[in-house]
């Protein structure tokens, strides 16, 4: 079983060397979940302008975080947008996680815009909505750490709910066995969200938002919830 990871971002240096980057923590999350074995991942830094050759090249893929906006519909981004449409229709299993879940439902029809409510910051938690079979393991809520002005405010067509909160409608969607994504960050443990919102509290991001989110947040390594998406995840890419 062979993994894209699709490479739309990177953390800053500083977090990188403590933390590693968004394909490593991608990787990580695959990783973390008890079966089946973890994949061998393949990395394409789409954000250089580096695409595999064909959508069929891997088994399925994963698309990154980025702090780029779906919404600039750079020439990498417009050519992202059609390799996800050539790898669902391929029967590829697609997984968008932030960034990701945004340029995903862009790509299948959705639309993405700035967000109402600002921007999101810290553990968030969203309700769950409508669960496949393969992710009968989550409970009522699912709590997930976040980074994001940009939210999908139309889903596309085909599109079921998963996870959805008052700040983030489409918080979680599912295409059947084709694709699934979420807006918060599965990925991101802890330390790395504590050290990103510290790094970026009062510049790129709302002091009093990103001190609120600080204050909120608690341990260390990934959530629960991720730890069971992740074992979701791999059975998902498995029923491929």
Request: glycine letters at 10%.
């Amino acid at each position: 079983m062979s993994i894209g990871i699709l490479e739309t971002g990177r953390p800053a240096p500083a977090l990188a060397s403590r933390h590693g980057d968004y394909v490593e923590m991608a990787a990580g999350l695959l990783a973390a979940g008890a079966v089946p074995p973890p994949p061998t991942v393949a990395r394409f830094a789409v954000i250089d302008g580096e695409f595999p050759d064909s959508a069929t090249r891997c088994d399925a893929w994963v698309v990154t975080g980025s702090r780029h906006s779906a919404t600039e519909e750079a020439p990498w981004m417009l050519r992202l947008e059609a390799l996800l449409r050539e790898a669902v229709a391929a029967g590829r299993p697609v997984i968008g996680l932030c960034f990701g879940h945004q340029i995903l439902a862009k790509a299948l029809g959705g639309r993405v815009e700035p967000s109402p409510f600002g921007w999101q910051l810290g553990l968030q938690d969203y309700r769950v909505i409508d669960a496949p079979d393969w992710l009968a393991d989550l409970g009522p809520t699912i709590g997930l750490n976040a980074i994001h002005q940009d939210h999908v405010s139309v889903a596309p067509p085909g599109a079921s709910l998963l996870a959805t909160a008052p700040h983030c409608p489409n918080a979680a969607l599912v295409y059947g066995k084709a694709a699934i994504s979420f807006q918060g960050h599965p990925e991101f443990t802890r330390d790395f969200e504590r050290d990103l919102l510290a790094l970026y509290g009062g510049d790129t991001l709302p002091a009093d938002r990103a001190g609120q989110a600080l204050a909120a947040m608690e341990g260390g390594g990934l959530t629960a919830d991720a730890l069971t998406i992740a074992d979701a995840l791999r059975r998902f890419i498995a029923q491929k």
